[in-house]
């Protein structure tokens, strides 16, 4: 009955568990078929010596039959792991043929058939079995002894009450100590599927984050590309049509189309040496374009013959990706109105830094939206991935009167080096910041 596989050495390599202890067990829990030929040997060896010697010492058909009985048993144990309930009800089925043909209780079958019960289903299982088989017991012996008077019926050999008694009682240790091993084993199945979910687990958020990596790398690659090169083809198409009345000023938007060309070229260094270098290398890098650039893209957007006014009010935060995301909302939709409202007359940008929100509006006046360069909408995407990072919304859509409106907002994020303090209070009259008059730039 030791006949157990030891469930670590069939976890996976990636979970480093411990080598079980016991070379013999080891051996024993990689070889099952040995184990189940000694089990099979250990039961039909002497009950087919006792039946072959009653054989040839006194022939009758009942020690043939349980010669027949021996070896449908025996050959029935090799199946006790796949289906012990079948080799359970064979046991029973012998054990009471037993008593009437051979005048022996044999319960032997019923032992290993109850320990294979309580391993390979549930002690649960076990329990209702070895019931099972008690009450099989007790009543065969009970009729055993009721015609045992009868002149043509071959009486037990042994005494019923003990016979039974012993059968009763290895059956029972057969239960207890197959429960025992079967619910460590199940048991350390359990820990090993656990682990084995949380390595999958692990490996899945290994991948999500992989692919926010990729996600975010991929905005950030549309927002230097494609923010760029929509204002160069811009500013190329106007050079191009001031060749012949405005040679200098050609010049000048084509200088303008080489400083852009420089700073995307820069900004996709920055970003790929980040993408490849150590943290120390990439702490050394430029960082990313805030609130202090949006005078310089407001610039850019102009020279390429986009009307925009921006206003801005309030205090800005000094969270730097917040100033990130109100860049990248601003850059795309400046930059989609390049591409779809270039006949827009009037480009407002609004920006409105408050104690709790930021609110974000780009309005243009185009009654017609069109243009030579086609976006794949991935911007809008991701600039709504960026908005929802701070729990805010983003919309944007054809607003009344014609026209479109880009509008988002979410909610300010202030470092505790900004909270005011008692000590930093102001103790004068001077106006403080939320006094000073709404900054407008045209």
């Known amino acids: 009955m030791t006949d157990t596989t030891t469930a670590a050495d069939a976890a996976p390599a990636d979970l480093e568990l411990p080598r079980p202890p016991g070379a013999v067990r080891r051996y024993f829990g990689a070889h099952p078929r040995v184990v189940d030929t000694i089990v099979v040997a250990v039961y039909l060896v002497p009950a087919l010596a006792e039946g072959v010697f009653h054989l040839v010492t006194s022939t009758s058909w009942a020690t ?9 048993a025996g050959a029935a144990l090799f199946a006790r792991r796949q289906n012990p309930r079948a080799v359970f009800a064979i046991a029973v089925v012998v054990l009471v043929v037993s008593v009437f043909v051979g005048r022996n209780l044999d319960f032997v079958p019923a032992v290993f058939a109850l320990y294979a019960l309580a391993v390979y289903r549930s002690a649960r299982s076990a329990w209702i079995g ?6 099989a017991t007790i009543v065969t012996l009970a009729i055993a002894t009721i015609v045992a008077a009868v002149p043509a019926f071959a009486p037990l050999s042994t005494e019923a009450v003990p016979s039974g008694f012993a059968a009763l009682a290895f059956c029972i240790v057969a239960v207890l100590i197959g429960s025992n091993v079967g619910n460590r084993r199940r048991y350390l199945n359990a820990l090993i599927d656990r682990a084995r979910q949380l390595a999958r687990e692990r490996d899945q958020q290994a991948e999500l984050a992989t692919a926010a990596e990729r996600s975010r790398v991929a905005r950030e690659m549309h927002d230097i590309v494609s923010h760029s090169l929509t204002v160069m083809i811009a500013l190329a198409d106007g050079s191009a049509g001031l060749v012949a009345s405005d040679p200098e000023r050609s010049a000048e938007t084509m200088r303008l189309v080489a400083e852009t060309g ?4 820069g900004d996709m260094r920055r970003l790929l040496g980040v993408l490849r270098s150590g943290e120390e290398e990439a702490a050394a890098h430029a960082p990313q374009p805030g609130l202090g650039d949006l005078g310089e893209l407001i610039e850019r957007f102009r020279a390429a013959g986009l009307p925009v006014r921006i206003t801005v009010s309030g205090t800005p ?20 109105t390049l591409r779809h409202a270039a006949l827009a007359t009037v480009v407002a940008v609004t920006i409105e830094f408050g104690d709790r929100s930021i609110r974000i509006a780009v309005e243009d006046d185009a009654t017609v939206h069109t243009g030579s360069v086609q976006g794949a909408g ?11 990072l701070y729990g805010g919304t983003l919309e944007a859509g054809p607003r009344r009167g014609g026209g ?3 509008a988002a907002e979410f909610a300010t994020v202030q470092s505790p080096a900004d909270q005011p303090t008692t000590a930093d209070r102001p103790t004068t009259d001077r106006p403080t910041a939320a006094d000073e008059p709404t900054r407008r730039t045209e």
């Open 64 to 72: 043939a039959l349980q010669v027949v009985l021996a070896v449908i």
């Open 130 to 135: 070895y019931g099972i088989m008690a009450v």
């Open 262 to 265: 420089r700073g995307a070229l």
């Open 317 to 336: 935060p000094t969270d730097v990706g917040q100033q990130l995301t109100v860049f990248r909302v601003v850059q795309e939709a400046l930059t989609n």
């Open 378 to 388: 991935s911007g809008l995407l991701g600039l709504r991935e960026r908005v929802a």
């Open 404 to 406: 479109w409106r880009l």
